[in-house]
């Protein structure tokens, strides 16, 4: 049983979206999409420096844009028994899952990016992930430091967000027990109370859109749980923004499932690489530019339902 996942923000690099518009027609959605959102992707996927893109208003539908080409490259939809994105990529997951055309998808993540920009730009937040330790040790430690454990990934990683105030108090006093600290490449301290404003504004925008039901098994990363109806969804895409991520949750969904199998949607190897030390022994691929097609393709013709 394949399970198709889609990285969040963080994962994405200076160029990475450069192979990808060498695909046929790759190019042309991606100008189509631009137009569309008023963002010229190509530029920013290609051209840009890293603070550039890890700025939230462009690197949010930069993602999804990745996404969503490396998805269609794929292809083969019914071969996945469920899917699922981390943060943003949640939004990836929901397009592909059918729960939103691609034209609604890029809408409403670039409402999401420029919300959560302003949500973020009141306050000087930030994001570390901590590496190690035990989880109930850690989780305390964060908050005792005022900091919310955002993003619980399993594999023994969570990411605190806070004021910068807050993330350089854990730098200089990691939990006990855990190896390192590690700032991430966000300007926010996303999925916590600070983006609050951003989920009244999604709220307006969720109101334009026309969900459909799943067509394949949806995790969310709220609770791990298996969403059935498109409204349901995109409740929780809006909520989301100020929610923390329980990707652990999910991954243990997917061994439920009887997961056999992952591919990673671009930019990938996040996803994949915690899959690695959290369900052992399941093959995975991550689609870091066209080349890694060869090698998905393979892992569907052996796992696909």
Known sequence: MLVLVAPGQGAQTPGFLTPWLDLPGA???????????????????TKADADEIRDTAVAQPLLVAAGLLSASALGSRGAFGAVAGHSVGEITAAA???VLSDADALSFVRTRGLAMAEAAAVTETGMAAVLGGDQAVVVAHLEKLGLTPANINGAGQIVAAGTMEQIDALVAEKPEGSMKVVALKVAGAFHTHHMAPAVATLEKAAQALAPADPELKYVSNKDGHVVTTGADVVARLVGQVANPVRWDLCMETFGELGVTGIIELSPGGT????AKRALKGVPSVAL???????KAAALLAE???
């Open 288 to 294: 870091k530019t066209p080349d890694d097609l060869e």
């Open 27 to 45: 190019a042309d959605r991606v100008a189509a999409w631009s137009d569309a959102i008023g963002l010229d992707l190509a530029h920013y996927g």
């Open 303 to 305: 796992h696909a339902v």
């Open 271 to 274: 996803l994949t690489g915690l």
């Open 96 to 98: 592909y899952a059918g």
